[in-house]
């Protein structure tokens, strides 16, 4: 009933949002007391822009089109857009309210809020892509790098459904500028569908050239690039317990592995004490077979962009292409897989992991391995 609760949205022909059963989930009871700048929400606080927001959504005749599956990631996706402004509203010197950072907060909250109550994965990932961005229709038509943007936001995400949650965000709201930001959400429908990138993930000519172009000012997604590239590192990516020891092993029996977790022990230190000399011991190791030009395996939680970000940098460095195989596991199943470990690691730390875990995707690496296990 929790999760059946979010993942299936007011149906016809009352369209009902079950208001009082929401207010049930603690991070929405949050949502309340959350003030907001009156300037662009002078309706008053979070939960009730939120409440907005959805009434809006379901009225809308483009929502109610789509088919079940796309209804019910917009439909939670605007019940979540907001969901970190509790943890990232503060009042500014001036006495303006601001949220600074919440759509990528939110991404995260969202992230493991639907992972611990066992929502499907692709529709949970879609729901995360459309937080992270929601903001973006209101914009993107005014950047310089607005071809750059869209064709990012289309790999985590689908544009068609972005503007759907971005139009009911601003039409479930009262403020002064909405008509323009309406016309820009729509000059962004427009822009995404000259792009390619509308209802599907922007094309490239190859993997190479969608690595290069992320990496990379002032080229064109459209122009080849040539691969060069000499080697392979795997990066192993997920939650302790997930099994990636297990799928690394089954993949890859034949390749060299460089794993944090071997390297704790040699070093002897813990999982929930400083892990900078573990890192920087496997960031050597790493560089020793990219000189050598080899393809190994990298095997760590490498669970954000933040920590992924050095060691692929380092591939893109030495020319080796990066392949990222991400294991995701159930909470119980992870719970217990841990538990079953010989290096076990303390659940109050795979709670905090939890809490800054962002899901590769295509803009990081030339391939992803999805292994749901």
Request: hydrophobic share 40%.
């Amino acid at each position: 009933m929790t999760l059946s609760l979010l993942t299936e949205p007011p149906r016809p022909p009352a369209f009902r949002v079950p208001w009082d059963e929401l207010q049930t989930f603690e991070w929405v009871r949050a949502l309340e007391p959350c003030p907001q700048d009156p300037i662009h929400h002078a309706e008053g606080n979070v939960w009730i822009h939120t409440r907005m927001v959805l009434e809006t959504l379901v009225a809308m005749p483009a929502w109610r089109a789509l088919s079940a599956d796309d209804q019910a990631a917009v439909w939670l996706a605007c019940l979540l857009h907001d969901v970190a402004k509790p943890f990232t509203t503060k009042e500014e010197p001036d006495g303006r309210i601001t949220a600074k950072g919440h759509s990528r907060a939110g991404e995260m909250l969202a992230r493991r809020l639907l992972w611990e109550l066992g929502a499907p994965f692709s529709l949970r990932e879609m729901v995360c892509g459309l937080i992270r961005h929601h903001q973006i229709p209101f914009y993107l038509i005014e950047r310089d790098d607005a071809q750059r943007l869209a064709a990012e936001l289309s790999l985590v995400c689908r544009a068609d459904l972005l503007a759907l949650v971005a139009e009911a965000d601003i039409r479930g709201r009262v403020c002064q500028d909405m008509q323009r930001i309406v016309d820009n959400i729509e000059l962004f429908r427009a822009f995404c569908a000259e792009e390619g990138c509308f209802d599907k993930p922007r094309a490239f000519p190859s993997d190479h050239t969608r690595v290069v172009y992320f990496r990379s000012e002032g080229r064109s997604p459209d122009v080849p690039v040539h691969d060069d590239t000499r080697s392979e590192m795997i990066m192993m990516c997920g939650l302790p317990g997930a099994g990636k020891d297990t799928c690394a092993r089954e993949r890859f029996p034949d390749l060299p592995v460089v794993s944090l977790d071997e390297l704790r022990s040699e070093l002897e230190i813990d999982p929930d004490e400083n892990q900078g000399a573990v890192v920087q011991a496997g960031k050597e190791r790493v560089r020793d077979h990219l000189r050598r030009g080899e393809r190994f395996v990298y095997n760590a939680t490498n669970l954000n962009r933040q920590r992924r970000g050095p060691l692929l940098s380092l591939a893109a460095d030495y020319g080796a292409r990066v392949r990222i195989v991400y294991v995701e596991a159930p909470r119980g199943a992870l719970l217990a897989g841990n538990r079953a470990r010989a290096a076990r690691v303390p659940e109050a730390v795979i709670r905090r992991m939890s809490e800054r875990w962002e899901v590769p995707s295509l803009l990081e690496a030339h391939a992803l391995d999805v292994v749901l296990r």
